[in-house]
């Protein structure tokens, strides 16, 4: 009985270990894909990604050790954002420049979570992305709102490479629906 007793008891603390996370730190480098076009033709601009996410993460694995399994960032998201952000409109035939181009634009980082609700396993895991877009020409400005979000089921803990590609994915996306917005490029077109 002591035997049976004892593998019982392993048995449960192997299958809590195998619940437990570590802290996944995620390297974030968003990349869109946008069709050459000459709008910016002659013009100059000025990106720049502005942060506008608590402290507190993106969010957690879940598990039985919530608390210790969370997920941050392991690079500077302004300059990643900036650098996707300045490959989108070099497309469009702008001309980078630091400082004040004549077409300054914002991203502000307002939402970016990968978080698992299930304290006991990580099962199914809600991530999102929102970005909202702020281009000025000429004293007229131009918001948008962009948002991705997504959800997954995993049945073993997702390795730090997964979560890395899907932040990535869903980042990227939302960018994309900015260079896919037709009112961004009417904009444009109406104040160049």
Not at 86 to 111: K, M, P
Not at 133 to 140: E, I, M, S, Y
Request: with cysteine.
């Amino acid at each position: 009985m002591k035997t049976l007793a004892a593998i019982l008891v392993t048995g449960f603390a192997v299958m809590l270990g195998a619940c437990a996370h570590s802290p996944v730190q995620v390297e974030v480098r968003p990349q869109v894909a946008v069709a050459p076009d000459t709008i910016g033709s002659g013009y100059t601009l000025s990106a720049r990604g502005a942060n506008q996410l608590g402290d507190e993460g993106l969010g957690s694995l879940g598990g039985v050790y919530a608390d210790s399994s969370n997920v941050t960032l392991a690079n500077n998201i302004e300059q990643a954002m900036s650098a996707a952000l300045y490959q989108g409109f070099e497309s469009w035939s702008f001309r980078s420049v630091e400082g004040a181009g004549d077409v300054q634009v914002v991203a502000n980082l307002t939402e970016l979570t990968y978080s698992s609700p299930n304290k006991l396993y990580t099962t199914k895991v809600n991530s999102g992305a929102a970005i909202q877009l702020q281009v000025t020409v000429k004293g007229a400005t131009f918001f948008g709102n962009y948002s991705t979000s997504g959800k997954d089921r995993n049945l073993i803990k997702p390795s730090q490479e997964e979560v890395e590609s899907t932040i990535n994915q869903l980042l990227s996306a939302t960018l994309q629906r900015a260079f896919e917005d037709e009112k961004l490029k009417a904009f444009l077109r109406q104040h160049l």
